[in-house]
Nanobody
């Protein structure tokens, strides 16, 4: 079965940094572009960043792009998200999932994907 397990979240002080990890199993990881998404209670899940299958290209949402860095190590079936200079608006549950991987909107969630794990919680203190 396909599993995506996010980890690395926690409580950090504003201005600090955090690295999130997502380990995939039961899928051909190298065949999928991957994305990180976040969701605040009462809000829709939104894309944060995406990375192509071999890591050659990245995409960042249009909000303080420089604070996020997405990367992947395919031999470990893992995609990472580094968050720098954490702000009060960053706290959310962060999820990973495959993206379309092709076309002009390759970074959008895959239409064939219907699985979301529990995610990992990021909390920022002031």
């Amino acid at each position: 079965q396909v599993q995506l397990v996010e980890s690395g979240g926690g409580l950090v002080q504003a201005g600090g940094s955090l690295r999130l990890s997502c380990v995939a199993s039961g899928m051909a990881f190298n065949s999928y572009a991957m994305g990180w998404f976040r969701q605040v209670p009462g809000k829709e899940r939104e894309l944060v960043a995406a990375i192509t299958q071999l890591g050659g290209s990245t995409y960042y949402a249009d909000f303080d792009e420089g604070r996020f860095t997405i990367s992947r190590i395919n031999v470990k079936s893992t995609v990472y998200l580094q968050i720098h200079s954490l702000k009060p608006e960053d706290p959310a549950v962060y999820y990973c999932a495959p993206t379309k991987g092709s076309g002009s909107a390759w970074y959008e969630p895959s239409d064939e994907w219907n699985y979301w794990g529990q995610g990992t919680q990021v909390t920022v203190s002031s």
